[in-house]
């Protein structure tokens, strides 16, 4: 092997990897700031309920995630969207005393 086809096998060697580890990079998820959310209440829910809660009430395709990047992306969607994200919650209604209770 002469020194510019090691060379380009090198750089294909290398090509790969960075590829490899761009693909492992994507497949966590980091959690961005704010509060945490239930799963249907369930605040300890396994890896298939949050994979079904996903696709069904947030309409994410999760694909093949770890329980702890399952529970990240629920609460990431949670805290982008704000609290009713296409939810059926109902949002309290606003006092027109701004927040002062009435007696």
Request: glycine share 8%.
């Amino acid at each position: 092997m002469n020194r510019r086809s090691a060379c380009i096998c090198f750089l294909v060697f290398l090509k790969a990897s960075v590829t490899l580890a761009a693909q492992e990079a994507a497949k966590t998820v980091s959690r961005i700031a704010g509060p945490r959310w239930n799963v249907n209440g369930d605040w300890m829910p396994t890896a298939e309920e949050v994979q079904r809660h996903l696709r069904d009430a947030h309409g994410i395709d999760p694909g093949s995630l770890g329980l702890e990047d399952l529970l990240a992306l629920h609460d990431n969607d949670h805290n982008r969207r704000g609290y009713a994200s296409g939810h059926s919650h109902k949002k309290a209604a606003k006092s027109p005393s701004k927040g002062f209770a009435k007696f």
